[in-house]
């Protein structure tokens, strides 16, 4: 789910309201998945309490926290710069600044990174944010310091985030944390730990506070939202191995997407991301008997082939992945469905990579997000695996899996031309002040002239052009949705 967050938010640093009585200053800023994105803003609002209110300006900052994310190297690598950059700023301007490290890359190294980052004061892991305010004491006091407990229980459902990298408009929800599956490939599990759902009346009253401020779209977000399950109180630990005593109180993903779209009708509902293996025809039956939840499946497959398929311990063959797509285009003709893709996986031959542009080709993916193989230390790829495809392989098959993607996504956004779609307005489109930008029900950007519409309201467009990724329309009119 990680390229979801657009890069240019990559790095974006939060900022929260002045308080009444806060003294010290945060700087706080995030890489990654939208889940990290989520994440700080319940940092912040943890920290807010602590007396700290946040500043954009590194150089006045007591406190400077980063987010970090650990998928691939590169993401590491980038994490890496951003502390030169602070030792810089605290060398030459700000003495008194402490560094902190959120997040996977924190609960990977742990205590290492004290060793190997000499500007960094403070190590906390994704399940450990609550001690912050301990930490940050210890700190202060001369120390360092590190938590890095994964939990089987932490969810944060009791915390109420700021919302303040939001455009007061979209905004992410959490409901599951960490990941039981255990790709080979994957240092989620290793990272953020055993999978949690949260109480879905911690939910239901997160999503209610939001529509009260005026919010119109929510994102339900998980490493694996399809295995969201609430027990109804007591018996959890037994559950997998008999599913018998579930009890008639538990909800699974269906039943409170259904629920939320039932409460809240007039807000729009997204989820991701949906493991192919945990996602079932009930989710999907649910989306199309509700016109509030956006007709979108983010459907990671990593690789069209068998074989790499059950070397990534993925639990689905291709057949079985192509049935699914059949079944949910059947359901829901307008579906749009996006892809992640790892290209240059161990042991990948040509015949492979031909089986992956040949899904592509079958599916018709709107978009995709695809990156070339990054071996992740402790991972059992990582441990059992050489990473035997040569760079300048990897990077031909990614390319002709990008431009495969390309073409098809093509195809499937031209189905849009001519068409009148409702468009939620976000922002204010990047390359002109005179239009505004927004997302269709498929997830995708539409650009059209501003006239009197503004930030929040739902419109319909008439799409009459499109780029490679962007729609664009002329407004028609307000939907009823308003
Ligand atoms: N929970 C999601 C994926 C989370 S990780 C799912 O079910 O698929 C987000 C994406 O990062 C993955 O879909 C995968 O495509 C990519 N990724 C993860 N580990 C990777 C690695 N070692 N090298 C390259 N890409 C990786
Ligand atoms: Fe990673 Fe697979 Fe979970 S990709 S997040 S281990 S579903």
């Known amino acids: 789910m990680e390229k979801i967050i657009d890069e240019s938010k990559q790095g974006e640093q939060l900022i929260t309201q002045n308080k009444n009585g806060n003294t010290r200053k945060l700087f706080i800023e995030s890489y990654g998945c939208q889940m990290n994105f989520a994440d700080s803003e319940v940092v912040a609002s943890i920290l807010a309490n602590d007396g700290f209110d946040t500043t954009k300006n590194l150089e006045e900052a007591d406190l400077v926290l980063v987010n970090t994310c650990s998928i691939r190297d590169k993401a590491e690598q980038t994490i890496r710069k951003r502390l030169e950059k602070y030792n810089a700023v605290k060398r030459d301007h700000n003495p008194k600044m402490k560094v902190g490290v959120l997040g996977c890359m924190a609960e990977r190294l742990k205590e290492k990174f004290l060793e190997e980052e000499k500007i960094v004061d403070l190590v906390v892991g994704p399940d450990a944010y609550k001690d912050l305010p301990n930490l940050i004491t210890d700190v202060e006091g001369g120390q360092n310091a590190v938590n890095v407990i994964l939990s089987k229980e932490e969810t944060y459902g009791d915390i109420s985030p700021v919302r303040l990298h939001s455009n007061g408009v979209t905004a992410f929800v959490s409901i599951t944390r960490g990941c039981d599956n255990m790709c080979t490939f994957c240092v989620v599990p290793f990272t953020r730990g055993r999978e949690?759902?949260?109480?879905?009346?911690?939910?239901?009253?997160?999503?209610?506070?939001?529509?009260?401020?005026?919010?119109?779209?929510?994102?339900?977000?998980?490493?694996?939202?399809?295995?969201?399950?609430?027990?109804?109180?007591?018996?959890?630990?037994?559950?997998?191995?008999?599913?018998?005593?579930?009890?008639?109180?538990?909800?699974?993903?269906?039943?409170?997407?259904?629920?939320?779209?039932?409460?809240?009708?007039?807000?729009?509902?997204?989820?991701?991301?949906?493991?192919?293996?945990?996602?079932?025809?009930?989710?999907?039956?649910?989306?199309?008997?509700?016109?509030?939840?956006?007709?979108?499946?983010?459907?990671?497959?990593?690789?069209?082939?068998?074989?790499?398929?059950?070397?990534?311990?993925?639990?689905?063959?291709?057949?079985?992945?192509?049935?699914?797509?059949?079944?949910?285009?059947?359901?829901?003709?307008?579906?749009?469905?996006?892809?992640?893709?790892?290209?240059?996986?161990?042991?990948?031959?040509?015949?492979?990579?031909?089986?992956?542009?040949?899904?592509?080709?079958?599916?018709?993916?709107?978009?995709?997000?695809?990156?070339?193989?990054?071996?992740?230390?402790?991972?059992?790829?990582?441990?059992?695996?050489?990473?035997?495809?040569?760079?300048?392989?990897?990077?031909?098959?990614?390319?002709?899996?990008?431009?495969?993607?390309?073409?098809?996504?093509?195809?499937?956004?031209?189905?849009?031309?001519?068409?009148?779609?409702?468009?939620?307005?976000?922002?204010?489109?990047?390359?002109?002040?005179?239009?505004?930008?927004?997302?269709?029900s498929q997830g995708s950007m539409v650009v059209f002239p501003k006239e009197n519409y503004k930030i929040g309201d739902f419109v319909n467009v008439k799409i009459n052009d499109c780029t490679t990724a962007t729609f664009l329309g002329d407004a028609v009119g307000y939907s009823d949705n308003n």
């Not at 538990?250 to 509902?269: C, E, G, M, Q």
């Not at 398929?309 to 307008?334: C, F, G, S, W």
């Not at 892809?339 to 079958?362: A, R, S, V, W």
């Open 196 to 440: 949690r759902s949260r109480d879905p009346q911690s939910i239901f009253k997160e999503i209610t506070d939001l529509t009260e401020k005026g919010f119109k779209e929510i994102t339900l977000l998980g490493q694996n939202v399809d295995s969201y399950l609430w027990y109804g109180g007591g018996l959890k630990k037994d559950f997998k191995n008999a599913p018998e005593i579930q009890k008639a109180t538990s909800v699974d993903f269906s039943s409170l997407l259904n629920t939320v779209a039932t409460k809240f009708p007039k807000l729009r509902i997204r989820f991701s991301t949906s493991n192919p293996q945990d996602m079932s025809m009930d989710v999907v039956h649910t989306m199309a008997k509700h016109r509030n939840i956006c007709k979108h499946i983010h459907l990671p497959v990593q690789s069209g082939s068998n074989r790499i398929l059950k070397e990534m311990n993925r639990q689905h063959t291709r057949e079985e992945y192509m049935a699914l797509v059949d079944n949910i285009y059947k359901t829901i003709p307008e579906i749009s469905l996006t892809q992640d893709m790892i290209i240059g996986f161990p042991t990948e031959t040509e015949e492979d990579h031909n089986d992956t542009l040949e899904l592509i080709k079958y599916v018709k993916y709107d978009h995709g997000f695809m990156f070339s193989y990054s071996e992740r230390p402790g991972t059992m790829a990582g441990r059992k695996m050489e990473d035997d495809v040569p760079l300048a392989v990897k990077k031909r098959r990614l390319q002709e899996v990008i431009d495969t993607q390309r073409a098809v996504g093509h195809e499937r956004l031209k189905l849009h031309l001519g068409k009148t779609e409702e468009v939620l307005i976000e922002t204010t489109s990047k390359k002109s002040d005179a239009h505004w930008a927004g997302r269709n």
